[in-house]
């Protein structure tokens, strides 16, 4: 996305095909780390979005934020899963993938959750529906996602409010 900030890009809260229930939020701000600014790197590709109100509301009105966890290390085998719309599924609906974690690094999680192009962003959950890491991509035999590390996750509470109480 070349300018994610332009007035035809949003975030939409959640789709049911064409029907948008939540409505949908217009980029304000884009936050990315220094670091992979400096060099592009998939350990640290994670950004935060600010939001502009749609109607006097914002995002965290309408739909509610699930509790993020600080995720330094995980153990291999665990169960986790991830929400999101995939592109070879049909337009505007959600489906959630389950997997186990297969190996993890300081910054990232590999995994076997089955993934395709338009999931990248999506949240990956613990059992407990805790966001502990954020897809970044796929390949043959194996997925990644950034953690939500101490590094990673400073740098999202520094943007956003902790509303996951």
């Given amino acids: 996305m070349e300018n994610p900030t332009k007035a035809t890009n949003y975030v939409i809260s959640g789709r049911n095909g064409a029907t948008l229930p939540y409505g949908k939020f217009k980029i304000k701000q884009v ?3 220094q670091r ?3 060099k592009v790197d ?3 590709d994670i950004a935060v979005l600010t939001l502009e109100e ?16 600080l995720t330094n290390t995980v153990s291999i085998g665990n169960t986790i899963s991830s929400m999101g719309y995939p ?3 049909p337009f505007g609906t959600m489906w959630e993938s389950k997997g186990k974690i297969i190996r993890q690094s300081t910054n990232r ?3 076997d959750i089955d993934t395709v192009g338009g999931q990248s962003g999506s949240p990956i959950f613990n059992e407990n529906h805790e966001i502990i890491a954020v ?5 043959k035999y194996n997925n990644s996602s950034v953690k939500l590390n101490t590094e990673h996750i400073e740098f999202v509470l520094k943007y956003i409010s902790d509303t996951s109480n």
């Fill in 54 to 69: 749609n109607n006097g509301h914002s995002i965290g009105d309408v739909v509610k934020q699930n509790p993020m966890v």
């Fill in 31 to 33: 936050h990315i780390p």
């Fill in 87 to 89: 592109g070879d599924k």
């Fill in 109 to 111: 999680i590999d995994h």
């Fill in 42 to 44: 998939l350990d640290h």
């Fill in 135 to 139: 897809h970044v991509s796929g390949g």
């Fill in 36 to 38: 992979y600014l400096d």
